[in-house]
């Protein structure tokens, strides 16, 4: 492992990239837009199931392609990985903000549980109503009418700051 300095003066270990996820990089890098890599030649690369056991080196060599080179795959259930386009990109990204709102949902229902709120703590309290809160914001925006409005409202243009899309969403209630 190497050491860098995480700027507080101390030294951090980095992973280096193991063999495997190397060769499943370069095998990945090769793959043209909107083709799809099997698993089976995945696998046969590294002699492992990289659906099994050498799942985590496909997910670092996915996550490390993303990140330093700006390639993204998304997965073909049963079949393996898919270089996506920019449309490709886009969606993942949608269907990203309906699993994170199912999370919310979740989450709210589970706060909901809660049996004897006067007995908590203030500080807890204060938590469970701003969690309560944050998350119900999350789910809200999630919906689909919320993201329409949302999107019909925006120059493609110009980014969006963050206040401003919050001023947005406020439209929304």
């Known amino acids: 492992m190497d050491e860098k300095d995480d700027n507080n003066g101390h030294r951090k270990a980095i992973p280096l990239i ?14 043209e ?5 099997s698993y089976k030649e995945l696998s046969d690369s590294i002699k492992r199931d990289v659906q099994h056991l050498a799942r985590g080196n496909l997910n670092t060599a996915r996550w490390r392609l993303m990140k330093d080179e700006g390639i993204v795959f998304g997965t073909v259930i049963k079949e393996g990985c898919r270089r996506l386009d920019d449309e490709g990109i886009v969606a993942t990204g949608a269907q990203d903000v309906q699993r994170i709102r199912k999370i919310s949902k ?3 229902q589970r706060l909901a549980q809660v049996q004897n709120f ?8 204060k938590e469970h109503l701003v969690l309560s809160a944050q998350f119900g914001m999350i789910a809200h925006a999630g919906k689909d009418r919320v993201q329409k409005k949302l999107i019909a409202k925006t120059d493609p243009a110009k980014l969006i700051p963050s206040v401003e899309l919050l001023k947005r969403l406020q439209e929304t209630l």
């Not at 006067?118 to 309290?125: A, F």
Request: charged share 25%.
């Open 106 to 108: 979740r989450a709210i």
């Open 33 to 37: 837009v909107g083709t799809t890599i």
């Open 118 to 125: 006067g007995s908590l703590p203030t500080e807890k309290q």
């Open 18 to 31: 193991s063999v495997d996820t190397q060769i499943l990089m370069k095998l990945l890098r090769e793959v």
